[in-house]
């Protein structure tokens, strides 16, 4: 849900997501406040019932504080921001719950620091409901429907440390604190999915990892139930032999559900399930999840249901041809009939599946019209990346305009590549903060989970706060062996502005998570550590007059927020 709204003196915009609620705001004319004695802006949320009585009402806390003030608070401990302000003009709430009404205000704070004075006329109101988390099967609906899953994502994080002590997660048991935690949602709808196939229903499924053994054992009790449950997995790879472990504890092998891919070029690298009704394709999960416990719990994933009988019938026959053992040679011409590519953009408010292996072994159709689509946006675009970015985007990105395009990338650039010098390329990769990193910040940690520890989404957003947003999210690493010998599928969405709400929610809540640890690395290892960067400043000019200075990012960020082009 998107909400704009203007006062005396701001204006402002709210996105929100199931589980993000992204705020920016600006003067109402654009231009610096005059006041030498802005600390910053505070902000306030009131949780409403359904009939729209307060349920209750305070002032959201961050962790950045003014250094002389409170002193002696253990480290990582939440500030009232009527106390200590967002110093900028965007800020996220990441306890949002979903399906909630919310009124948030906007109020600026001027004064001293020990003397703080809310300007309460100035302030702004926003009145917010976050979107139904989903699991709502709605297979006759005249357009498809998208129930949209994220993982936390972030054990390296305060709140994880301040929680649960960075104790180490039991991966076995999902049920534990830490894990329903870190999957915030993600494992409980993967299972709630297989759980709807019951007697007359089935599965069909296409997995890469898949030895995590409560989502095996889930399969098997949807076979027991009466459905007919068909799982394709990956039978070539260093997986296979916890894959086919898993499969044998849960029983599967007994129930003949499982049929091995033992084709070895490129890697089978899908994770989607189709459910059927009544032997037709009602909907299908898919996304970047494998099944595995750093997949659904380490590191930053997407679970994405699609509630629509023609994309689910084209899962559905790409299935088969997995099913079937196909090679990538054979299965090109087929993928590329079946899910063509459009000839330039996606029509308007549509949604298509593109299927891999689809381009020529020397080809690079496919990934040149994503790169085509993500050079095309006109304020904000986004995207993340797993592994290597490939040379067709950094050619997007080494090109200077006025466009904010945010890189999370797992890992730091590597020596091969480029991302250009024009400012407004903002580039984050995944860390922690170690022992000391920051004063007023507790120590964090690793990601036990994986190998590849931060980031493993693959998705790509383009003008998301626009009235026509779009949105290609799946399981390719939008690499050319992911387009010319993988296994994998995409989603393209173009103008469902409630994905894209939640997308750029939490496309936002894990590279600003990421970007101030990557901010802390970089300056670490240039040997300009700065242990006071976690403080807020005291001084109106050191933190405002970068968010008016056009040649600044932030000053971009501030206008495209509050006020994207439609």
């Given amino acids: 849900m998107r909400v704009k709204e203007r006062g005396t003196e701001l204006k402002a915009a709210a996105y929100g997501g199931t589980y993000v609620v992204v705020l920016a705001w600006d003067t109402l004319n654009g231009k610096m406040p005059t006041r030498k004695d802005l600390l910053g802006y505070a902000i306030e949320r009131a949780e409403l019932d359904t009939d729209g009585n307060e349920v209750e009402r305070y002032w959201m806390r961050g962790i950045k504080r003014f250094k002389d003030k409170d002193k002696g608070l253990p480290p990582g401990t939440p500030v009232s921001t009527a106390e200590h302000p967002i110093q900028g003009f965007l800020w996220a709430d990441y306890t949002a719950k979903s399906g909630t009404k919310?009124?948030?205000?906007?109020?600026?704070?001027?004064?001293?620091?020990?003397?703080?004075?809310?300007?309460?006329?100035?302030?702004?109101?926003?009145?917010?409901?976050?979107?139904?988390?989903?699991?709502?099967?709605?297979?006759?609906?005249?357009?498809?429907?998208?129930?949209?899953?994220?993982?936390?994502?972030?054990?390296?994080?305060?709140?994880?440390?301040?929680?649960?002590?960075?104790?180490?997660?039991?991966?076995?048991?999902?049920?534990?604190?830490?894990?329903k935690w870190l999957s915030r949602g993600l494992f409980e709808a993967l299972v709630r999915f297989i759980g709807l196939a019951g007697d007359g229903m089935g599965l069909r499924a296409a997995l890469y990892e898949f030895h995590y053994q409560p989502v095996a054992n889930a399969f098997a009790k949807a076979i027991e139930a009466g459905a007919?449950?068909?799982?394709?997995?990956?039978?070539?790879s260093s997986y296979k032999t916890e894959n086919e472990a898993t499969i044998a504890a849960a029983g599967l092998d007994d129930y003949d559900a499982a049929i091995p891919r033992t084709v070895s070029e490129g890697i089978r690298h899908n994770k989607f399930i189709v459910l059927l009704k009544d032997d037709t394709p009602i909907a299908v999960w898919t996304g970047s999840t494998n099944i595995s416990a750093g997949g659904i719990f380490g590191h930053s994933n997407v679970g994405h249901v699609v509630w629509?009988?023609?994309?689910?019938?084209?899962?559905?026959?790409?299935?088969?041809?997995?099913?079937?053992?196909?090679?990538?040679?054979?299965?090109?011409?087929?993928?590329?009939?079946?899910?063509?590519?459009?000839s330039g953009k996606l029509p308007k408010n549509s949604v298509i599946p593109l299927f891999s292996a689809r381009d020529d072994k020397d080809g690079s159709e496919t990934l040149d019209w994503y790169a085509a689509r993500f050079a095309e946006a006109k304020e904000v675009s986004c995207m993340t990346f797993a592994f290597n970015i490939d040379t067709v985007f950094q050619n997007v990105l080494n090109q200077e305009n006025n466009v904010l395009r945010y890189v999370l990338k797992d890992d730091p650039l590597g020596e091969e590549e480029s991302i250009g010098h024009d400012r407004d390329v903002i580039f984050a990769s995944g860390g922690y903060l170690g022992k000391d990193a920051l004063a007023n910040f507790l120590a964090e940690r690793s990601n036990p989970l994986n190998r590849n520890r931060y980031i493993h989404n693959k998705f790509m957003l383009v003008d998301p706060l626009s009235d026509d947003p779009l949105i290609v999210t799946g399981s390719a690493n939008f690499s050319k062996p992911s387009q010319r010998i993988n296994d994998e599928n995409m989603l393209v969405i173009r103008g469902e502005k409630r994905v894209a709400d939640i997308y750029f929610g939490e496309f936002m809540r894990v590279f600003d998570h990421h970007y101030a640890r990557y901010i802390v690395r970089l300056l670490r290892d240039e040997g300009r550590s700065d242990q006071d960067a976690g403080y807020l400043k005291e001084e109106t000019a050191k933190w405002l007059k970068p968010h008016f200075d056009s040649t600044s990012y932030k000053s971009k960020r501030r206008k495209y927020f509050a006020s994207p082009k439609k």
């Fill in 102 to 179: 919310y009124q948030y205000r906007i109020v600026p704070l001027f004064g001293k620091v020990k003397q703080p004075k809310l300007d309460d006329a100035a302030g702004v109101t926003l009145d917010v409901t976050t979107e139904i988390e989903g699991d709502r099967p709605e297979p006759n609906i005249d357009s498809p429907r998208h129930d949209v899953f994220f993982n936390r994502g972030v054990i390296g994080s305060q709140a994880y440390a301040r929680e649960f002590g960075n104790r180490d997660p039991d991966a076995e048991n999902p049920r534990s604190k830490e894990m």
């Fill in 308 to 342: 629509d009988k023609k994309i689910a019938a084209k899962y559905m026959d790409y299935w088969q041809r997995l099913a079937d053992n196909l090679t990538p040679t054979k299965l090109r011409a087929p993928n590329r009939a079946a899910t063509p590519i459009p």
């Fill in 228 to 236: 007919d449950v068909k799982i394709v997995y990956d039978a070539e």
